[in-house]
């Protein structure tokens, strides 16, 4: 569960949250410029807060004396536009947070066509990742992320990069993808349809 | 009338680059086939292309760093020291001779210091390698500095939020992703190295086997008559050069 009460003075204004989370998927809904990327930012360590304190599952990832940088967080972020390596095919995307953990190439190999598998993408193993569609790089994007077993997933508008056609049906896809792994889940959007979609949890920021 | 003129002045200017050019490689005979492998011009080789390699490396070592600070550092005087790199490339070579040989020469600036040292640089390899540095690096380090801005950095995010640390994400994101730039600043850098006369001649002076690379060789021996030589050596160097230039634009094309 994550436990996390920070400060950061941004451009415009001082960003403040607290916030209790435990299993499940929670939505935070604001509009752009209210600073969920940076809350996501701030989880991740790709930004450090000016005060105040992140704590997961008991660790302490930041406080007035630790800063833990975010190669030590074990936190599955997914970016926006994804984020896949250009260079990279979909199985070598997927296969990087192993690959970080010096996961010989066999046990890699292996759980990377597990993961792919279970996100019915195992056809995509071989293919580049700027000639797939954008749902298809969103599930690449989440096995990649998932596959590092994270103690908390962050999603950042994770359908905003999808045209709208597409939205509707890879969001349904998403709710189901999410209550299957079923890690806890940080999902920040602006779109109202996103918090429809996820009912349990959600809160609002302005 | 006027698309006639556009097109009879930009031919002017090509035929005056390439007709020199083109003379000088039909000036290729037996004789000049023979003298390139003559001692004297295998010594300016085997000396321009260690050198070169040499001079190659360490700007790579320094100067990838320097161009990384330049492409994501904010700091005050920036814009200077992006300046101040880019400086070598406008300044005469013999200025940049001149200016290593008061500061690092037998009686310069650090002359008494490296004297004590036991160390002599003009007048020897070491000076080569230094005015080929000094000469050359930029073109590195305008490209790299280039290439590596041009990456994404969430992209750079992503691998750290997957666990691999800033300098393994350098080195499997980062260097990847620039390497076009990377690798066309390398090539322009070394050609720009191996084609060095003025500060190579004015701080490592001109000695067989010691400072006399290729170009100072192509001097030498246009000097002492031996147009053979200097023709021989001048048709290698196009050569090369011509290679370069097309794997640059082969590099350019894979960004």
Known sequence: ?206 | MTRAAVAILAAVLLAFIVIPLAGLVGHLGPNELAAITSPSALLALRLSFMTTLIALAVTLVLGTPLAYILARADFPGRKIVDALVDLPIVIPPAVAGLALLLVFGRNGTFGPFLRSMGITLSFTTAAVVMAQVFVSSPFYVRAARGGLAQVDRQLEAASLTLGMGPLRTFAFVTIPLAAPSLLGGALLCWARALGEFGATIMFAGNLAGVSQTLPLAVYLNLESGNLPVATALSVALIFVSLIVISLVRLAEHRR
């Not at chain 1, 701030?42 to 304190?53: F, N, T």
């Not at chain 1, 992140?54 to 972020?77: A, K, N, Q, S």
């Not at chain 1, 993961?115 to 569609?133: F, K, N, Y």
């Open chain 1, 1 to 206: 569960m994550l436990e996390l009460d920070v400060r950061k003075r941004l451009r415009e204004f001082t960003f403040e949250m607290q916030l209790s989370l435990e299993r499940g998927v929670t939505v935070v809904v604001g509009p752009s410029g209210s600073g969920k990327t940076t809350l996501l930012r701030l989880i991740a360590g790709l930004e450090r807060p000016d005060s105040g304190h992140i704590v997961l599952d008991g660790r302490t990832l930041f406080d007035e004396h630790t800063f833990i940088p975010p190669h030590r967080r074990d936190v599955g972020y997914v970016f926006q536009e994804y984020a896949l390596f250009p260079h990279l095919d979909v199985a070598a995307n997927v296969g990087y947070g192993l690959r970080a953990r010096h996961v010989s190439a066999a046990d890699r190999s292996e759980r990377v066509e597990r993961m792919l598998d279970r996100l019915e993408i195992a056809q995509l193993a071989h293919a580049r990742v700027t000639e797939i569609s954008g749902g298809q790089r969103q599930r690449v994007a989440l096995a990649r992320a998932l596959i590092i077993e994270p103690r908390i997933l962050l999603l950042d508008e994770p359908l905003s990069a999808l045209d709208p056609s597409t939205r509707v049906r890879v969001r349904g896809e998403l709710r189901d993808i999410l209550d299957r792994v079923g890690v806890p889940t940080l999902l920040v959007t602006h779109d109202e349809d996103d918090r429809a979609a996820f009912p349990l949890r959600s809160l609002s920021i302005a």
